[in-house]
Structures are given as structure tokens and as C-alpha cells.
């Protein structure tokens, strides 16, 4: 099965950018979609992106709005999600995860790996 580690998060201000990076080992990265997630204090998790095996299509949550980009590069078993134009309320923990079976879905459910989440902070 495949393990996931996030990293990228961090505190920038609103306007800024962020690269996440999502860095998977023990499996083979292009059997699975990637989809990116996240959560903020004391709200539900919400699906950011996602991203098929291999990377031809992408799929974005409303909110998103032309300002975020999700993508992979299956040689280094990474995938990524450029952040541009934060916003305060982009902050929450970011989360990638791994399914072999569905095809960039939104549902949380769907996915089977996860990481441990990032910290993503926005400040006015």
C-alpha cells in the first residue's frame, strides 16, 4: 500500500502563493489518483483537486476559481497543488490522498491512503 507525506504548508499573506507536494512511497504512484483535501478548524473536510492516474485530467472544487493547479509527475512519485492568490479563508490543514480504484473523485470516502495533512495559513 502506498504512504503519503505532505509538505509545503506554511504562513503567507493573502495574494501569496504555496506550493503543497505530496510525496508518495511503497506503491506504484501512477495506479493511483491523487486528490487533495482540506480542513478547516471545526468545519468539515472539503475536496480541493484531483488529478487521474495519469495526470491527463484534473478537477477542481468552485471555490477553487481558476487559482489553484493540481498536477503530478509520476517519475518522482510526487504530486503537487499550486496555490496562487490565497485568500484568509484558503487557511486549514491540506491533505492528499491515494485511490486505486476511482478516477479523481471528489468524495473523501473514495480514497483509501492519506497523509498527514499540512498546515496552510492566510493571513489578512
Known amino acids: 500500500q502506498v504512504q503519503l507525506v505532505e509538505s509545503g504548508g506554511g504562513l503567507v499573506q493573502a495574494g501569496g502563493s504555496l506550493r503543497l507536494s505530496c510525496a508518495a512511497s511503497?506503491?506504484?504512484?501512477?495506479?493511483?489518483?491523487i486528490g487533495w483535501f482540506r480542513q478547516a478548524l471545526g468545519e468539515e473536510r472539503e475536496f480541493v483537486a484531483a488529478i487521474t492516474k495519469d495526470g491527463s485530467l484534473a478537477y477542481y472544487a468552485d471555490f477553487v476559481q481558476g487559482r489553484f493547479t493540481i498536477s503530478r509527475d509520476n517519475a518522482k512519485n510526487t504530486g503537487y497543488l499550486q496555490m496562487d492568490n490565497l485568500r484568509p479563508e484558503d487557511t486549514a490543514v491540506y491533505y492528499c490522498?491515494?485511490?486505486?480504484?476511482?478516477?479523481?473523485?471528489?468524495?473523501?470516502?473514495?480514497?483509501?491512503?492519506w497523509g498527514q495533512g499540512t498546515q496552510v495559513t492566510v493571513s489578512s
Open positions: 490522498a491515494a485511490d486505486s480504484n476511482s478516477s479523481g473523485s471528489s468524495y473523501y470516502l473514495d480514497y483509501h491512503y
Open positions: 511503497g506503491g506504484t504512484f501512477s495506479r493511483y489518483s
